[in-house]
């Protein structure tokens, strides 16, 4: 949901092009991970490190894992949050959901419907310890995406027919020094949007015929591509300048069009539940990671060990359900988490593995796109973090 508010910060035309760019990307990165992960017969993407660095390796990418989705999962619930009992953003609130149909009460606070959602929603799809057992949900889940990007695209050309809204800003407004640093950090939220990695290797084990993950890889990359794309491109035409860094936020206003209320709030709606159904799927990969770094000598499965399984579960999601709620934007949870972790997650690693090259199986273009993954995950994570840092001095 900060995609339109990317697309804001670089203008629409680099937007497009870099959510394009970085599919590009990711998709060449996942590529060499399973090649290289047959090549050392490794089950997992901390298996192929592993093999080529070594257990310190291994951990280090583990950490990046759990560091990266917890971020992510904080920005779910604070997407949820958002969605259900409103947010404060530029000095004024923006209504939830539950909040707006109900008023303001003691359980339609953010704390209490995070908490129910906790509770209620996520703690029983928590409780499957299989990936396979979430395929239906997973399924649900891209449809309520899709649903959400029609209704959008729907509300903005319905606009734009009556004059209401223009054609945004196609470039970049750089009126300084600061503001053209500040277009660096985009690239951690665009980064973020693409990481998978950590998922490809339990979804290749549970296939049937595990020839079929590139084409699935390539399907995915262009399905997030185009959806991306779309909700970029329709959320930036449909608010323009006052895109906030939770693009749903803006949905509380009167949008003018026939049956608004209602069409706002199946908009917001559809993609809180859309969260809610992808949680556990960012939570399989974090849970697991965990434990590896936690028990990393524990040779009963973890499925199998009630005790690790429920103790690792409650006290990832008390620590996810305290950060959604003191975290104060999503935009500056993907700072951290997107310049760091994810970058390392999404190219650092996979570029290293090619370039460490332990099986003789990389190609001269490999090698190339290793180095083009490098020098853009260093040189713009460190712009992000130069610019941030600048942001927080200025302000104090």
């Known amino acids: 949901m900060a995609l339109p508010a990317a697309a804001k910060e670089l203008g629409l035309i680099p937007g497009v092009i870099m959510i394009v760019l970085i599919a590009v990307l990711t998709e060449s990165s996942i590529e060499m991970v399973l090649r290289f992960g047959k090549a050392s017969k490794a089950s997992s993407y901390s298996g192929v490190v592993g093999d080529t660095f070594g257990g310190a390796g291994r951990t280090i990418l583990q950490a990046c894992i759990v560091v990266n989705n917890v971020g992510m999962l904080v920005v779910y619930m604070i997407i949820i949050g958002d969605v259900l009992s409103g947010s404060w953003a530029d000095g004024g609130h923006h209504t939830g959901v539950i909040e707006g149909w109900f008023g303001q009460r003691w359980w339609t606070t953010r704390f209490a419907l995070l908490l129910f959602t906790t509770l209620f929603v996520l703690g029983p799809l928590l409780s499957f310890r299989r990936l396979d057992s979430l395929r239906y949900t997973s399924a649900l889940s891209v449809f309520l995406a899709l649903l959400f990007v029609v209704i959008m695209a729907g509300i903005a050309i319905l606009k734009m027919a009556q004059g209401d809204v223009g054609i945004p800003r196609l470039l970049p407004n750089i009126e300084g020094q600061a503001s053209f640093w500040k277009l660096f950090t985009t690239f951690p939220v665009l980064v973020t949007a693409y990481i998978c990695h950590y998922s490809i290797h339990p979804i290749e084990n549970e296939l049937k015929d595990p020839a079929q993950m590139k084409s699935i890889v390539r399907a995915s990359m262009g399905l997030c591509a185009s959806v991306y794309v779309a909700t970029s491109f329709f959320g930036f035409v449909l608010f323009g300048e006052n895109t906030l860094d939770d693009v749903l936020a803006n949905f509380d206003a009167d949008l003018k069009i026939p049956y608004g209320r209602v069409v706002e709030d199946v908009v917001r709606m559809s993609y809180g ?124």
């Open 273 to 396: 539940v859309h969260l809610m159904l992808v949680f556990p799927i960012v939570f399989f990969s974090l849970r697991l990671n965990l434990d590896g770094l936690l028990f990393p000598y524990n040779t009963l499965p973890f499925a199998y060990d009630g005790k690790r399984f429920f103790s690792v579960t409650v006290g990832l999601m008390g620590f996810i359900f305290l950060g959604a709620n003191f975290v104060p934007s999503i935009w500056d949870a993907f700072q951290f988490t997107g310049a760091t972790a994810a970058v390392s997650i999404g190219f650092i690693f996979p570029a290293a593995i090619a370039l460490r090259d332990p099986h003789g199986i990389a190609s001269k273009n490999d090698r190339r796109v290793s180095w083009l993954m490098i020098l853009m995950a260093v040189s713009s994570s460190t712009a992000a973090i130069s610019s941030d840092l600048y942001s927080i001095f200025e302000a104090s």
